[in-house]
């Protein structure tokens, strides 16, 4: 499976972003898939999984409820990331991954990343 993440840019704080993550080499629908975040300087974090499938069960960080969407469409082997109210801590460089059916929040059980691509939120 490859993964192609897109859409970060520079926001003002309040400001949304929609990031995508397109899939080939697999039927995409079997594919639970994960949006991660890094900012500089620090860990790797969890942001938001959707499951495979229709996508009817998805999990935030707590810091993206109700600010962030997972989203999938299976027809277009993509998934979507939908971030409204962005923050400066927001900032970070955000990867896509994807797993076999089960959505997860730890990065060690995706076999599959993306590139990753940049977020940047000014106040």
């Known amino acids: 499976v490859q993964l192609q993440a897109s859409g970060g840019g520079s926001v003002q704080e309040g400001g949304s972003l929609r990031l995508s993550c397109v899939a080939s080499g697999r039927t995409f629908g079997v594919l639970a898939v994960g949006w991660f975040r890094q900012a500089p300087g620090k860990e790797q974090e969890f942001v938001a999984t959707?499951?495979?499938?229709?996508?009817?069960?998805?999990n935030y960080t707590d810091s993206a409820k109700g600010r962030f969407t997972i989203s999938r469409d299976n027809a277009k082997s993509a998934a979507y990331l939908q971030m409204n109210d962005l923050k400066p801590e927001d900032s970070a460089v955000y990867y896509c991954?994807?797993?076999?059916?089960?959505?997860?929040?730890?990065?060690?059980?995706?076999?599959?990343w993306g590139q990753g691509t940049l977020v940047t939120v000014s106040s």
């Open positions: 959707i499951s495979s499938g229709s996508g009817r069960i998805t």
């Open positions: 991954a994807a797993r076999a059916l089960i959505p997860a929040t730890a990065a060690k059980d995706y076999g599959f």
